[in-house]
């Protein structure tokens, strides 16, 4: 820590006050599961670590996640496993493989639309401005407003290029699952 203060901002911190202060730690949650099975409301899907959500709420302790991965990622990988031993392969609907296909496409037919990386960073700005580790109702409220309009715009994401590699097209893609 003495290190990074001095070589980053020139400050030592043994002679000078530092600043401290909570932040936003990690991504916390967003898969809804059982709790002793991993299992989320959609059957055969399992997950554990930070992309499970309940167990630590809006935040963790530091330290925790490599305990919560072990534990949770063994129950999730036991419990998984069984429900491929008792559950057979779902049906494959070629037809909405071909809709998601089409849809995923859909940012290449609109290269003149918002740019994806514009509207990423509007998102994360908004993000930490409102619904970050220090938050109240009223900058929640209006964060669901602004999502709201998020959606919109990010209905008319394009991009140029082609599907190689295409980080652009990614982010378009991922704004789609925020």
């Known amino acids: 820590m003495y290190h990074q203060f001095k070589q980053l901002a020139d400050i030592d911190i043994t002679e000078q006050p530092m600043e401290v202060g909570p932040t936003t730690h990690y991504v916390m949650g967003g898969i809804r599961v059982d709790s002793d099975t991993q299992m989320s409301r959609l059957p055969g899907l399992f997950a554990a670590g930070e992309c499970a959500a309940g167990i630590n709420g809006a935040n963790r ?8 991965l072990l534990v949770f990622g063994k129950r999730a990988g036991e419990f998984a496993a069984q429900f491929a031993k008792e ?10 493989i071909e809709d ?42 209006s964060q669901l407003e602004y999502l709201r309009k998020f959606w919109e715009r990010a209905s008319h994401v394009g991009v140029s290029g082609n599907r190689e590699f295409n980080p652009g097209w990614h982010t378009a893609l991922d704004l789609k699952t925020c």
Not at 61 to 68: A, H, I, Q, V
Not at 87 to 96: A, H, K, P, T, V
């Open 100 to 141: 998601v296909a089409r849809e995923a496409l859909r940012p290449f037919e609109r290269s003149r639309g918002e740019n994806p990386y514009t509207l990423q960073r509007d998102l994360q700005e908004t993000m930490q401005d409102n619904v970050g580790i220090v938050r109240n109702e009223a900058e929640m409220t």
């Open 87 to 96: 559950n057979q392969l779902g049906d494959i609907n070629g037809n909405e």
């Open 61 to 68: 302790l530091g330290g925790n996640s490599l305990s919560d």
